[in-house]
């Protein structure tokens, strides 16, 4: 095993089934997302040791698939922020032809960024989140990592639908990904909210500017129609983000206690001593913080969270109503100086994934294109986002993109 | 000391957990079965292994709105699960999901007949459903004290009622108990015995002087394992707390315990107040009217409903209808038999002077045993015609709750038949008054008691199958022809 990649890697590449949708691809997912038997610590010494009882449904559907699972690959702990993800390496490195990574601020679409990768964050409820370590319920879900649109949907499409082991997925089915195809006509107006100019210095601007007026033009012979839009308020999104995150965060780790798994503290003269030092030891650095802050809010505070929930439904229908004019929105996906795999805290990981959390507070499906917004040496991804299950055509536009960069779908 | 405790008004309000008897717990679909071999009931997701996600069980959702309609409460359109946040080893997800923000239902009551004889309606505050916790074993390996934890309670479906400061004294509560476990039991939603833990009270308690308006500070007091520990409780908490009144002692929010032994509460902790956020994977209920109509109509006849129709319809007196009213099982038994002709006040009796305690001494229930409304009106038929005596009914009775055969067949294979033939009783007579000439003089010097005895020694020389009204007419004939 390549411990430097892989938390764990089995001895040889699982597979169920030789046919299906994904008949051969190679599929690598982090240790926050169940596979039966496999080490599944999420990247916390809470849950050192810990192995999967279950698929998860994810899982268990890209199995039935077809799918090849190639091994878990090391996550920052508990899924929030890059710092210390390899995912984007294993894959680079040729481990695996699609990653499966957790997003509840920007995780896969930033990932992706990183490496050069087209990265997908589906609608809020769209897939599953029946087997996944959470720890942001309501804004978490399974996103995508592969070269190229079309086989993101391919495996959207596998793992996505209604499950009975997640109720909190939307009853009525959401209509099919569909194969993506690129001619097709889908939406043509693209916005980009004015209020993003004040988060980006002037060469940023630039790069993004010149990357949406190549979409309009020839060159990518796209057709899209790209406007200005107007978001107010768009600083809120992190702070509401950060407020409720952080109490689903301090609920979802109440149950790490060290005692059935996990890390567990020697010393202590009562259970309630157990449990405060062994999370003391098992937590690092950025997640305790997280906790204290959710605590402080659920405990001392709760007012601040039920503000934090009533500006969270505004800003949703906020951009609802942007929507109805504008099918789509573009936004870089970093801040050219903002390094999201190096950022150790609260305030550095917030700041470096303020332009990707926006679609996990709102549940909505969101796509990197890499490579077509170049601030200097730093690829700023370009970010699609749709309405709230309007995934297929969010990557159907993204795979357009694509093939007019790669000359007419040639790879 | 002893407080005048006339000097001061009790409030007192009531949180009830009931355990649903659904088949399932509230959030997969281990059996909620407690009572099991420990553990044995038990998945992911009761567990909380990380990655399990909790699913509401429709059932029990049904079942909890079946005990908030029997309770009046009004259905919430929309209610929803919160997690209440505590760290406990009976709880090792940190959090006990529960109701807080959006109960399932609102505004419910209880009608009671308060101790001056007067109606009193008891108001609920509201009704939400929740979890149950694992439960802790406290043991001991050799000298060292151990805590086993037992997770086949840990996500029983529960509902708790949380009533409205509307009662005044331990009576009150008492009777609200009684009333609100009738109903609860009549719908089929649960068991409800305090006795078995699948019904709990803690009450609520706080004083005021007489004629003033305040709430005050209160305590809460826990570990009552029957109604009446309940209004022994708070009869003593009142107590309690007038003492401390006068002693211009203040009284501070604390939760006691009751000690049935000693029969006083006694300090446990600061009372509970932890925070609740609202749970983002179990979706919110959102009622549809056509549904909660269907449910609506699975609601039997309440039970003070039943009381009054019995009094109208089949001229029961109050007691009686009430008596007949109070399991629904008796009340259907009782219905069915005085359709099979029985007279109505014979199978009021019959079935509260016999029915009930012979069961109670089996601790069955009506369906535990062959006893029907058919048979047990038969039975009363062969009384009213003078086929047999009382006595021998109540032998033919007891060997009905464990036969299928009707009355007449058990009366006749076991000679239970009522001797009415004069010349046999006229014999025995004559065999007794010859063997006691002192006592039949005694009667004749004018001591009437002696009657009784000679009916006693007559009924058991019939062994027990003598037709009383006959016996005593021959008897009396008999003697004052001497």
């Not at chain 2, 006691?436 to 019939?462: E, I, T, W």
């Amino acid at each position: 095993m390549d411990s430097d990649l892989f938390t764990y890697q089995p001895a040889s590449p699982l597979q169920a089934s030789r046919q299906g949708a994904l008949a051969g691809t190679q599929i690598l997912v982090q240790p926050d997302l169940s596979v039966k038997d496999w080490l599944t610590d999420a990247g916390s010494r809470a849950l050192a040791g810990f192995h999967a009882v279950m698929d998860a449904t994810t899982v268990a559907r890209a199995k039935t698939a077809g799918a090849c699972l190639t091994g878990s690959t090391h996550m920052a702990e508990l899924g929030l922020g890059i710092n210390g993800n390899t995912m984007a390496g294993a894959l680079s490195a040729g481990y695996g032809r699609v990653g499966l990574v957790t997003d509840l601020l920007g995780e896969a679409r930033m990932s992706a960024c990183l490496a050069g990768w087209y990265g997908f964050k589906p609608s809020y409820g769209l897939v599953s989140r029946f087997g996944l370590v959470g720890l942001v319920p309501s804004m978490e879900c399974t996103g995508f990592i592969a070269p190229n649109p079309a086989e993101i949907a391919a495996a959207l499409e596998a793992v996505a639908g209604p499950d009975e082991n997640d109720f909190s997925m939307p009853a009525a089915s959401p209509q099919p990904i569909g194969p993506v195809a690129a001619s097709e006509n889908g939406a043509n107006r693209i916005g980009m909210p004015r209020q993003i100019r004040e988060y980006l210095p002037a060469s940023a601007i630039e790069a993004v500017d010149a990357a949406l007026g190549r979409m309009a033009q020839a060159e990518f012979d796209a057709g899209f129609d790209i406007q200005e839009t107007d978001l107010p308020g768009f600083d809120l999104f992190s702070a509401a983000h950060q407020v409720i995150a952080s109490v689903e965060a301090s609920s979802s780790c109440g149950k790490y206690d060290g005692v059935r798994y996990g890390c567990r503290a020697e010393d202590g003269r009562d259970w309630n001593e157990m449990y405060i030092n062994s999370r003391s030891q098992a937590f690092g650095t950025q997640i305790k913080s997280f906790l204290f802050q959710g605590a402080y809010f659920q405990f001392e505070n709760y007012t601040d969270f039920e503000n934090a929930c009533i500006l969270r439904r505004k800003l949703v229908s906020r951009l609802d109503d942007l929507f109805e004019a504008t099918p789509l929105l573009a936004l870089p996906v970093r801040l050219p100086h903002a390094e999201p795999e190096r950022a150790e805290t609260i305030e550095e990981t917030y700041t470096a994934f303020g332009l990707t959390l926006p679609a996990n507070l709102a549940g909505l499906p969101a796509l990197c294109i890499p490579a077509v917004a170049r601030d200097g040496e730093t690829d700023l991804g370009l970010q699609l986002i749709g309405p709230r299950l309007s995934d297929a055509q969010v990557l159907t536009a993204g795979q357009r993109i694509y093939t007019r960069i790669q000359g007419d779908g040639n790879k | 000391m002893n407080p005048d405790t006339n000097k001061y008004e009790a409030i007192i309000g009531l949180e009830i957990h009931v355990q649903l008897n659904a088949a399932t717990k509230l959030f997969c679909d281990c059996p909620n079965q407690p009572g099991d071999a420990p553990n044995r009931n038990t998945c992911p997701v009761c567990l909380w292994l990380p990655g399990a996600i909790p699913r509401l069980s429709g059932e029990a959702v049904e079942k909890a709105v079946l005990g908030c309609l029997a309770a009046n409460c009004t259905i919430a359109e929309e209610s929803a699960f919160d997690q209440k946040v505590y760290y406990y080893p009976d709880l090792p997800k940190g959090f006990q999901l529960s109701q807080h923000h959006k109960p399932l239902a609102v505004n419910g009551w209880i009608d009671i007949i308060g101790e001056n004889g007067e109606a009193r309606r008891l108001g609920i505050h509201h009704i939400h459903m929740e979890e149950d916790v694992a439960r802790l074993v406290h043991e001991t390996e050799g000298r060292t004290p151990i805590s086993l934890v037992d997770f086949n309670r840990a996500g029983a479906p529960l509902i708790e009622i949380v009533t409205e400061p509307d009662m005044r004294s331990p009576y009150e509560a008492m009777e609200f108990l009684k009333s609100l476990r009738t109903r609860l039991r009549y719908t089929g939603c649960t068991e409800c015995s305090m006795e078995q833990g699948t019904m709990r009270a803690d009450a609520n308690i706080s004083l005021r002087p007489a004629g003033t308006e305040a709430l005050n500070t209160k305590v809460e007091v826990k570990n009552m394992n029957s109604i009446h520990h309940v209004g022994d409780a708070i009869a003593y908490e009142i107590l309690r707390q007038a003492e401390c009144l006068e002693r211009k002692e203040p009284v501070t929010l604390h939760t006691r315990l009751w000690d049935p032994d000693k029969r006083i509460t006694t300090p446990m902790r600061e009372k509970f107040a932890g925070p609740c956020v609202p749970d983002p994977s179990v979706p919110a209920i959102r009622m549809d009217a056509e549904w909660l109509e269907k449910i609506r109509q699975q609601l039997p006849e309440m039970p003070a409903q039943k009381a009054e129709r019995f009094m109208a319809d089949y001229g029961l007196a109050p007691n009686e209808a009430h008596a007949m009213s109070q399991e629904r099982d008796m009340a259907e038994f009782f219905e069915a038999a005085v359709k099979q002709v029985a007279t109505p006040h014979k199978a009021a009796t019959w079935i509260t002077g016999h029915v009930t305690p012979a069961l109670k001494e089996r601790g069955q229930s009506l369906s535990d045993t062959c006893l029907t409304p058919e048979h047990f009106a038969a039975l009363l038929s062969l009384i009213d015609q003078e086929r047999v005596n009382a006595g021998a009914a109540r032998e033919v009775l007891l060997q009905m709750l464990e036969s299928e055969a009707p009355p007449e067949e058990i009366v006749a294979k076991g000679g239970y038949q009522q001797i009415s033939d004069s010349d046999r009783l006229e014999a025995i007579v004559d065999g007794i008054l010859a063997d006691h000439p002192d006592d039949v003089a005694a009667y004749q010097n004018g001591n009437s008691k002696v009657l009784g005895f000679f009916m006693g020694l007559a009924m058991k020389a019939s062994q027990g199958k003598a037709n009383p009204r006959r016996l005593k007419e021959i008897l009396s004939k008999r003697l004052d022809s001497n």
